[in-house]
């Protein structure tokens, strides 16, 4: 008759067994979505996917002709890029090749089973650079979350170029960037798993951008004239996440874009810009002359024989805050998109005198500062 301990060496041997045999499946690992079809076949699952898309009511002209596709399973990381047409078709060199044409004549993939996360998205204007999407492909230590959209930094010469003027510039912390294009994304979760028919992804993407339209009025008096007014507006995001499409102040720039003149009433008139953007971040107080939120204004003057030119500095503060152009994020972390189009008026006028036109001396234009004199309002 064996005593208790011997029971207790045979339950520690075999807790040893089941600690090795435990051991050795978690560092082998199975394949997510592998599936025993008792005929001795070691391979994961495989599904064929067939991607497509819902544009809407854009106009045929707006709609990219390429987007880009980006896969990441969920468990056991397996990444997948594509480049597609407006369709869903695979185009030109894809990384991951296609299998046979279906009977419509499109072209599917063919990825692993599992549950995935899964982004579309694209330009027609090809204005954004997406940082390491071939590391993403061939790392799969590589995450989602690290693929951003970003506009390039233009140098002083390109914005020379751009506007076909030096520009000014009273913001030097900020980088300058070009006017956002409209920045399309679809971000879709989805669980792919094997079967006859090839499974279809539809994405539905959005455009993360905002159009910016900035109105500001003018009075003049005594014959002075507005020969040109450009702008200068901080704030603007640099970049956004492709798989949330949030952004955040921390990488903030600053965009040019010219005013043209909309209306006049008696003395006054009102001049509008138009620029499309990621976003756009107030400052944090009303009473701050420069960081983000503050439009910048250099209006060429005339008068008879003599012209000069006056810069402004405004904080929009107020403004931002009314229009609620976007909305914080449920956990804090970052803001969306909240509408298509945002107007930004600034009601107070601004005055230009003749004599301020003729002297060329220090005196500012009401509510405006000069080069010299650096006087600020706020809206």
């Known amino acids: 008759m064996e005593n208790i301990l011997d029971y207790r060496a045979k339950a520690l041997a075999m807790l040893a067994c089941c600690t090795a045999v435990s051991v050795l499946v978690a560092c082998t690992g199975v394949d997510y979505g592998y599936i025993d079809y008792g005929d001795g076949a070691d391979a994961p699952g495989h599904t064929d996917v067939l991607f497509s898309f819902d544009w809407g009511n854009l106009p045929v002209d707006e709609i990219p002709q390429a987007c880009s596709i980006a896969m990441s399973r969920i468990v056991n990381e397996v990444h997948y890029t594509y480049v597609v047409d407006s369709q869903g078709n695979i185009m030109g060199d894809n990384e991951n090749e296609p299998v046979e044409d279906d009977v419509q004549g499109r072209r599917p993939v063919s990825v692993l089973d599992g549950d995935y996360y899964a982004i579309a998205f694209g330009s027609a204007e090809n204005g954004y650079t997406v940082n390491d999407l071939d590391v993403f492909r061939d790392d799969n230590s590589s995450g989602m979350k690290n693929l951003y959209a970003s506009l390039p930094v233009l140098t002083k010469d390109d914005v020379a170029e751009q506007l076909g003027e ?149 904080n929009l503060k107020r403004v931002i805050d009314e229009a609620r152009l976007m909305v ?30 003729v002297s060329g001396g220090d005196d500012a234009m009401d509510g405006w500062f000069d080069t010299k004199t650096d006087i600020e309002v706020e809206v």
Do not use: C
């Open 328 to 357: 914080r994020t449920e956990d804090g972390t970052g803001y969306r998109i909240a509408m298509g189009e945002a107007v930004l008026d600034v009601e107070r006028a601004l005055t230009i005198k003749n004599g301020q036109v």
């Open 166 to 314: 030096e520009p000014f510039d009273f913001n030097l912390s900020y980088k300058a960037v070009p006017a956002a294009a409209p920045l399309y994304l679809s971000v879709r979760k989805m669980t792919l798993n094997s079967g006859e028919k090839a499974s279809e992804v539809t994405f539905v993407p959005q455009d993360i951008t905002v159009d910016l339209v900035i109105r500001v009025r003018i009075d003049v008096v005594e014959g002075v004239g507005i020969g040109g007014l450009l702008a200068e507006l901080s704030g603007v995001p640099v970049k956004v996440p492709l798989m949330s499409g949030i952004v955040t102040g921390d990488d903030l720039g600053k965009v040019y874009f010219r005013m043209e003149q909309v209306a006049s009433d008696g003395q006054g008139i009102v001049f509008e810009g138009r620029v499309k953007a990621l976003g756009l971040f107030p400052s944090q107080s009303v009473s701050l002359v420069s960081g983000p939120g503050v439009l910048r204004l250099s209006v060429h003057a005339v008068s008879g024989e003599n012209e000069r030119k006056f810069y402004a500095g405004i």
